[in-house]
């Protein structure tokens, strides 16, 4: 194996850091670090050509699109992305407002604009309004789980379902507005199913679903693309401090390796990367996506990790969810529509889907966002989770144009309407590097596992302290899923370190 070459070696002071992805969790870390004099010597190895991770903005239709991280979830004080973004001056005036910090959504997503049935009609607001307001009444219900051993079924899908049984029994209408009303409570299904990042809500866990912390303020977009943010933390490194085309193969660790370039050295971790390259460390800084984590446990630490450890990897939840735009050339909505919802009347949430993904994968689709910063060209965003969506993935573009451009006739029934100009989609589950979207807590998992994967190795009492320390969103046990959970996990594994070598410094935590 080949030695590294280059800044960190033998020149600097203090302890030699890695840490692997420059993701926001990565460049947080890196960049709490390189702001203390005794972390001279730190790297950031990143597997692809770029910074960002999941956070990652696209030039496209003329403007910028989100392939990754959308929102700012409850932008306000307590927010550090938002603090961030403000301090870096990437949100609109509206954003910061004082008014808009104040808004308490709860987490749930607003009301669409129109809602479009399978048949080519629309679906009457007052409907919408009623199911919207029961799936919602019901996901707050869940809360009061939180911690009680004796929750009454173990997933959010099966309480859900449960108690949206009962309510049918009560339910007086036609059979026919009857079956419209499971339609629509089916595509709030949908929708949570990409808020939680899973292909069912069956196997999402009920007693800590409501560990999940909503902070106040409405969500709000990066004008400039939330890249931006990404880019400014970068832009505060020493230009060489992140290593990009390295990923990295295995960590062995509690070792004791030398390197030519300092013989009187020992170093407890080296880091193997794929090219064969080798970085000697006294810390590593995990943060690459519980997805990658989950697929290469078997080979990606050598000695493996205890059995606690890859037990809780194996049991956090990671699924997909995917965007599609779709460009037009003129919009066939009106103009103050900002949400649209599509409804297939043939589903119900008490009833599983049995035909094969080919022929319904696209009615996972939650329906479309309009895009509104796009001047001259109409973009819709249509959002899809789970395994509906990494099939989505195996299609190509042309397919998922054409499958859409059907769906959007049916559903408008306009047999005529333009086929969109062009399609762009994110292929999270397919990127070798992610392996997913973002994580959730499983049934038969809980917040402890979350705990657990976060604590550093090897566990007290060894000699050769914080060899191996674990930061990403999936490590965050109330802000799991965020930017602002990875990037306070990346401060919290930094600050780790900065009180291990500098037990007098000033630390701005304890981190929400
Ligand atoms: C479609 C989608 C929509 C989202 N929407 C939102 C949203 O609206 N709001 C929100 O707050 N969050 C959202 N998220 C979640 C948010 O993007 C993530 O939680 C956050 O960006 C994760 O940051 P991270 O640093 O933990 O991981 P990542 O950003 O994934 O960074 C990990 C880095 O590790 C690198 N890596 C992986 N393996 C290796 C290896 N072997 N060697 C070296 N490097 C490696 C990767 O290339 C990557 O750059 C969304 C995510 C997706 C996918």
């Avoid at 029934?413 to 994110?426: E, K, T």
């Avoid at 191996?468 to 990346?490: D, N, P, Q, V």
């Amino acid at each position: 194996m080949e030695s590294s070459g280059g800044r960190a070696e033998g020149s600097g002071r203090g302890p030699r850091v890695l840490v692997v992805g420059s993701g926001i969790a990565g460049l947080g870390a890196a960049q709490r670090l390189c702001r203390h004099p005794a972390f001279q010597q730190l790297r950031v190895l990143e597997a692809t050509a770029r910074a960002g991770g999941r956070i990652r903005s696209e030039r496209g239709f003329g403007g910028v699109v989100e392939l990754g991280a959308h929102w700012i979830h409850g932008p306000s004080q307590g927010n550090p992305v938002f603090q961030l973004a403000a301090k870096y001056q990437l949100l609109g005036e509206k954003d910061l407002s004082e008014e808009n910090q104040l808004i308490e959504t709860g987490g749930h997503v607003g009301l669409p604009s129109v809602s479009y049935a399978s048949s080519g009609v629309s679906v009457s607001r007052e409907l919408v309004v009623e199911m919207a307001s029961l799936f919602y009444s019901l996901i707050d219900q869940t809360r009061e789980f939180l911690h009680t051993a004796d929750a009454p079924v173990p997933s959010v899908g099966e309480y859900l379902k449960k108690e949206i049984r009962q309510h049918v029994a009560g339910w007086t209408e036609d059979e026919e507005t009857r079956n419209l009303k499971l339609a629509i409570l089916n595509s709030f299904f949908n929708v949570e199913c990409c808020v939680s990042g899973t292909h069912s809500m069956d196997l999402v866990a009920l007693a800590p679903f409501g560990e999940y912390t909503v902070l106040p303020g409405l969500d709000c977009t990066f004008p400039g693309g939330y890249q931006g943010l990404t880019n400014c933390i970068m832009a505060s490194l020493p230009e060489d401090v992140i290593v990009f085309n390295k990923p990295v193969k295995t960590i062995h660790w509690n070792g004791s390796f030398r390197e030519a370039l300092s013989p009187g050295e020992r170093f407890p971790v080296l880091v193997e990367c794929e090219d064969r390259t080798c970085f000697p460390a006294h810390h590593v800084i995990i943060t690459v996506p519980l997805g990658f984590l989950k697929e290469h446990l078997d080979t990606f630490f050598e000695p493996p990790l205890p059995p606690q450890k890859a037990e809780a990897i194996r049991k956090i939840g990671f699924g997909t969810s995917n965007k599609i735009f779709l460009e037009f050339e003129e919009p066939f909505w009106e103009p103050d529509c900002r949400h649209i919802q599509v409804v297939w009347e043939d589903t119900s949430p008490l009833e599983d889907v049995t035909s094969g993904l080919q022929h319904v994968w696209f009615k996972k689709l939650i329906g479309f966002l309009v895009l509104p910063s796009f001047a001259s060209v109409h973009v819709l965003c249509g959002f899809i989770a789970g395994l509906e969506s990494e099939f989505m993935e195996t299609l190509s573009d042309e397919e998922v144009l054409l499958s859409l451009t059907q769906v959007l006739r049916r559903v408008t029934g306009n047999a005529r309407l333009p086929a969109p100009r062009s399609v762009l989609r994110s292929c999270w589950y397919s990127a070798p590097f992610t392996r997913g979207s973002y994580s959730y807590v499983a049934v038969g998992s809980t917040g402890d596992d979350i705990d657990l994967l976060a604590q550093p190795l090897p566990e007290e009492g060894a000699k050769a302290q914080l060899q191996i320390l674990f930061a990403g969103e999936a490590t965050h046990r109330t802000f799991y899923s965020t930017t602002h959970g990875a990037l306070l996990s990346g401060w919290r594994e930094a600050d780790r370190l900065i009180a291990l070598q500098d037990p007098q410094a000033q630390l701005p935590g304890p981190w929400l």
